[in-house]
């Protein structure tokens, strides 16, 4: 079983709708997680990073966090057209695992005009 | 320029021949990272260097592989006898050491293909 699980998709939504983008995962060590935009055939784009439990807005993304169950999400509002991309969930621990990510492996998102 | 940039931007060998991947971090950026993305998937952890020393090189899948940093900037990722299973997409990211603990920036990458 993968440390990161992510819904697959992909999701299609009309334009203005609100996202929900999910990730679950099993290693309590994880600490810091974030959220990356990838068009096709680019690289990821920071889009956000929390380190604690809670919600983090930026915009029309807000992250939330649940420690307790391991839970975390991305919500777009008013989606856009622009925002059609991949979404990939990651995560990493402190100290020792402070250098790698562990990421899901991605939700397509289709935002139709 | 002001991204991280990879060169070559695609590379097609064949099966057996070594390859080499450039890495090129924003200036100042002391830590970076290489990640593979295969078709379809999320990214695979390579190798993390801080400076020009990896504290951690525990997603290398084999001895094939190879990573060198210097001067605390530019990288190359060496891959030797490259196999089929090689083929993927190969990420480089940097960031500053105390920024955020995360990949901030990511390259375009390297499409690998063997042949």
């Known amino acids: 079983q993968k440390e990161v699980e992510q819904d697959p998709g992909p999701l299609s939504v009309p334009e203005g709708a609100i996202v929900s983008l999910n990730c679950t995962y099993s290693?309590?060590?994880?600490?810091?997680f974030m959220w990356y935009r990838q068009y096709s055939r680019k690289g990821p784009e920071l889009l956000m990073y929390t380190y604690s439990s809670g919600n983090k807005e930026d915009g029309r993304f807000t992250a939330q966090v649940d420690k307790s169950s391991k839970y975390i999400s991305l919500f777009i509002r008013d989606s856009q057209p622009s925002d059609s991309a991949t979404y990939l969930c990651a995560m990493k621990g402190r100290g020792a695992n402070a250098g790698k990510s562990t990421f899901g492996d991605g939700t397509t998102l289709t935002v139709k005009p | 320029g002001a991204g991280v940039s990879q060169s070559p931007s695609n590379k097609v060998t064949e099966k057996g021949k070594d390859v080499e991947l450039r890495c090129d971090p924003i200036s100042g950026h002391t830590a970076l990272y290489w990640y593979r993305q295969s078709l379809g998937q999320g990214l695979e952890f390579l190798i993390y260097f801080q400076g020009n020393s990896a504290p951690d090189k525990s997603g290398l899948p084999s001895d094939r592989f190879s990573a060198e940093r210097t001067g605390g900037s530019v990288s190359t990722l060496t891959i030797q006898r490259t196999q089929q299973e090689d083929s993927a997409v190969y990420l480089c990211?940097?960031?500053?050491?105390?920024?955020?603990?995360?990949?901030?920036?990511f390259g375009q990458g390297t499409r690998l293909t063997v042949v």
């Open positions: 990211a940097s960031s500053l050491a105390q920024d955020r603990n995360t990949e901030a920036f």
């Open positions: 290693n309590s060590a994880f600490q810091y």
